[in-house]
């Protein structure tokens, strides 16, 4: 027989009202669970991303022959600075700083230059082929770098004199690396989200394209200009094959080149290696940190489409 609420001194209301309380509490207890396995999630990958830097770290603080003690150390018992010592005053370690940074700079200048006018140029001119020139740009992304290392090579070290270019200079070993496809296509799709209006706008009073491109589209390209320009350097900072294939001189080596000539045929110093590795990675951390926000700024941009 079904009792009436009123009967056993049940408020009216109360029944809808217990039902809510325990669907917030599942509701909470469901997003306790989720926050729970997202942080479970980043911690994972954040272990695998960071595992193999402590594991590179640990060693330049250490004595070569400690490496190889059993069972390994994860951890230095204290802290020797004899690899960073020695890497600095008894290695060219300065020089191929040098040449990596300038080497970076430039190809990164000369990428954004190149890379952003070429994305304008496809993205707000109309002319005749091209869809057809743009997937030219875009199908050579299918070919390794290993590939043309040869010709590129051939062509570097046949150049003429008066181009300054050529094997173990600097112009050898910016040139063939600026242009980046990737940029191309970054640039005009980027280019692609921003208003039509303002360009056919400009064009009705009469400015000309280099003049909209200059006062109008460039203010707009900064998220991504930043974007492809640390993409770029931190690429280039860490290239290897061609300034391996274009050097030959230990003072035109790039840091790459130079850690891995540091590697002997019979006996390697593995401290000191993971020293001039971690050398190696700190500006391109920094650089990185610092520009980070540029990479959710421009994400947001390409997402927003106006």
């Known amino acids: 027989m079904a009792v009436d609420s009123a009967q056993v001194g049940i ?6 009202h217990a039902d809510y309380a325990r669907a917030a509490r599942r509701r909470r207890t469901l997003d306790l669970g989720k926050g ?3 942080y479970a999630v980043l911690t994972l990958f954040a272990v695998i991303a960071i595992g193999p830097f402590l594991y590179l770290l640990s060693p330049s603080f250490r004595h070569s022959y400690d490496l190889f003690t059993f069972p390994p150390q994860w951890l230095p018992k204290s802290l020797y600075l004899g690899n960073f010592g020695f890497l600095l005053h008894q290695t060219n370690y300065l020089r191929w700083a040098l040449n990596t940074f300038i ?3 430039a190809v990164t200048i000369i990428t954004l230059v190149i890379d952003t006018l070429a994305g304008y140029a496809f993205a707000r001119m109309r002319f005749p082929g091209r ?11 299918m070919i390794p770098t290993a590939a043309i290392l040869a010709p590129l090579y051939i062509i570097v070290s046949n150049l003429p004199s008066w181009t300054h270019a050529g094997v173990n200079t600097y112009p050898g070993m910016v040139l063939p ?8 296509f970054m640039m005009r799709q980027f280019m692609s989200t921003l208003p039509e209006g303002l360009v056919e706008a400009a064009r009705l009073d009469g400015a000309g394209e280099f003049l909209i491109f200059r006062r109008i589209v460039l203010p707009l390209m900064k998220p991504a200009i930043v974007v492809l320009g640390i993409f770029t350097f931190m ?3 860490v290239n290897f094959l061609w300034p391996l294939a274009i050097t030959t001189t230990d003072n035109m080596k790039t840091l790459t080149v130079g850690i891995a000539s540091m590697q002997g ?3 390697t110093n593995w401290g000191l290696i993971s020293a001039a590795a971690v050398a190696t990675m700190v500006p391109i951390t920094i650089v990185f940190l610092l520009f980070q926000k540029w990479f959710v700024q421009a994400s947001m ?6």
């Open 11 to 16: 408020p009216e209301g109360a029944e809808p």
């Open 36 to 38: 729970i396995a997202s």
């Open 103 to 105: 080497f970076a700079t």
């Open 131 to 141: 869809g057809i020139l743009f997937g030219l740009v875009i199908a050579t992304l």
């Open 177 to 184: 690396m600026v242009c980046s496809p990737l940029g191309v």
């Open 235 to 237: 690429f280039q900072w």
């Open 265 to 267: 045929q019979f006996v």
């Open 301 to 306: 941009a390409g997402a927003l489409k106006q």
